[in-house]
């Protein structure tokens, strides 16, 4: 095994780790809006490790087909419930997709470089749906009996 395999294999094992400790989260103490986009992030995430073709010269229409769903879902609950940190996880979403679009408009643009950039919004979409969950935790703090 290359080591750039095993490097891939703990990364994703981290994030995978990550996604379920705080999407796990959200849809357990959250609000209805962190409860959707975490359950919504974490199936994309799984669905995403499903049908990665893993071909590092080509762009993958499966994964963008799922990261383009998954915006639309994260805009769809962004525009019901008008939390800030929604329209974060969406903008993030859109960068992914921005990014997927990048590299079949420019070959310049690596897959390498693709796959960086949606591991980094992956991160960022991740603390918003911890953020979001937070302050869903002490809105029923405080919220009055």
Not at 2 to 19: C, D, E, F, M, R
Not at 41 to 46: G, K, T, V, Y
Not at 112 to 141: E, H, V
């Amino acid at each position: 095994m290359k080591p750039g395999a095993i490097v891939v294999q703990i990364h994703t094992l981290i994030s995978l780790t990550l996604a379920v400790l705080i999407c796990g989260l959200a849809m357990w103490r959250g609000d209805q809006p962190a409860r959707w986009i975490g359950a919504a992030f974490l199936a994309s995430w799984l669905g995403s490790q499903l049908i990665n073709q893993r071909d590092s010269s080509n762009a993958d229409y499966g994964l963008l087909a799922i990261d383009i769903a998954t915006l639309v879902v994260f805009v769809w609950i962004s525009m019901r419930t008008r939390r800030l940190w929604t329209v974060l996880v969406s903008a993030f979403a859109a960068i992914v997709v921005a990014s997927h679009i990048a590299v079949m408009i420019d070959l310049r643009v690596t897959i390498n470089t693709l796959k960086a950039s949606m591991a980094i919004w992956s991160y960022g979409i991740l603390a918003c749906i911890a953020f979001g969950t937070w302050t869903a935790g002490r809105r029923r703090d405080h919220a009055p009996s």
